[in-house]
């Protein structure tokens, strides 16, 4: 499964999926990055979670988080 949001917002993004993670114990981070175009890899994944920022990737603020079954 695949998040995306639009923000940088924790609200909107690392808490939203700390609280699904939490209430679903069959979940897992994945990694994310290998599945992105090279410019929009990041050394930044945390858990399967990639920020892209403006000042770094020439776009708008955006959040991916990349999540499995186990």
């Known amino acids: 499964m695949l998040y995306s949001a639009c ?3 924790p609200e909107e993004t690392t808490e939203v ?3 699904f993670l939490e209430r679903e114990p069959s979940a897992r981070p994945a990694m994310l990055s ?4 090279e410019e929009l890899r990041s050394e930044e994944e945390i858990e399967g979670r990639i920020f ?6 020439n776009l708008d603020g955006f959040f991916l988080a990349r999540i499995r079954k186990k």
């Open 17 to 19: 999926i700390d609280k």
């Open 52 to 57: 892209l920022w403006p000042h770094k990737h």
């Open 7 to 9: 923000t940088i917002e």
């Open 34 to 37: 290998p599945l992105l175009p």
